[in-house]
């Protein structure tokens, strides 16, 4: 008993054996350097480039004509956008991983199991019958993530394993899918337009009052569910194995399957549809650190900031002076890499 409990409370054993920067905190670090790193190249690149040397400095002041519109385009534009690709890349990825902990499948994400489906489909629905106001968009994709969430769980429990799940979430992201063509049949053509590009996904949309109503909120939730990382260690070793250790495995369900829809219904009302993060950057950071979710949460948060801000600087430099889709870009990626992982996991 004391080797079980000691993997839910201590750092890898054989990771203090190894180089310094392979331990996961090493990574980490280097993650969260990265990540400020790409944060910076992105906050400079694009339509209007601005010299990396001067954005310390802009923030405080502009002194000539160039560095005023520098200074407009970085406070204004460039930086909300960088910070919401950083926050949503990070809920996106934190929200994998607690699926994949919950249903016990590296497989298992947002996308794939229905709720970011429900969440659009909520979106799409107030969109066209509510108006396009954040207020309205954030509780509509809240409450489709929700109804998506449970009826995916609910319908996956009666069969054994994983399979009743997956084939429970492809039936509910064809219904969501069938009903958001529904619904776009039915917009006028402004609606159809906001409609189209909201369905590939975009980040063009950010700004501090956004970020202000979001980032608390995710911030809060995020931390919610990486305090139940011990339960999803435990969830491992299988369900009755985790009853045994004393974790209650319903009040864990209902609070992961409510958490996960709190922290990405308000993110894809804002982000529109963006695939493949929840799914790929969990599995790389496992692959990297191992199954402990001590450490695998919180790398995946940094490492899913860095890949979606890594996608939204892809997206806004790959045309200038037009820009991607972001959702195109995470397709292009992380549709390749799906393939690879189902061949790996064939053998």
């Known amino acids: 008993m004391t080797s079980v409990t000691s993997a839910f409370s201590s750092p890898l054993p054989a990771a203090s054996k190894t180089s310094r920067w392979r331990t996961p905190a090493g990574v980490l670090t280097i993650l969260a350097v990265l990540l400020i790193a790409l944060m910076l190249l992105s906050a400079s690149s694009g339509a209007l480039h601005i010299p990396l040397s001067a954005l310390p400095s802009l923030p405080f002041g502009a002194e000539g004509a160039d560095e005023a519109l520098w200074r407009s385009v970085l406070i204004d534009v460039r930086l909300p956008r960088v910070l919401f690709a950083a926050l949503a890349g990070a809920a996106l990825a934190l929200s994998g991983a607690a699926m994949q902990a919950l249903f016990r499948n590296p497989l298992a994400e947002p996308g794939l199991i229905g709720i970011s489906a429900g969440g659009a489909l909520g979106a799409v629905g107030a969109i066209v019958l509510g108006g396009g106001s954040f207020m309205v968009l954030a509780p509509a994709a809240f409450i489709g993530s929700l109804i998506a969430t449970v009826a995916a769980y609910h319908l996956g429990r009666r069969y054994p394993g994983m399979a009743g799940l997956l084939l429970a979430g492809v039936a509910i992201n064809a219904i969501c899918g069938a009903l958001v063509g529904l619904f776009t049949y039915l917009a006028d053509d402004n609606q159809l337009r906001s409609l189209t590009f909201w369905n590939m996904g975009s980040l063009a949309g950010a700004s501090w009052l956004l970020l202000a109503g979001l980032a608390p909120w995710t911030i809060i939730i995020g931390a919610l569910i990486t305090r139940d990382w011990r339960a999803m260690n435990a ?100 549709g390749p890499f799906f393939l690879w992982l189902l061949a790996q996991r064939r053998h």
């Open 235 to 334: 969830l491992l070793l299988g369900e009755r194995e985790a009853l045994h250790l004393g974790f209650p495995l319903k009040a864990l369900r209902r609070r992961l399957i409510v958490l996960t829809a709190l922290l990405v219904g308000p993110l894809v009302a804002a982000t529109g549809s963006i695939g493949f993060v929840g799914l790929v950057v969990p599995h790389l950071v496992r692959l990297a650190l191992g199954a402990d979710h001590r450490w695998l949460l919180p790398t995946a948060i940094v490492a899913g900031a860095i890949a979606l801000t890594l996608a939204d600087w892809l997206a806004r430099i790959a045309v200038i002076p037009a820009e991607l889709p972001i959702g195109i870009v995470t397709s292009l990626v992380g």
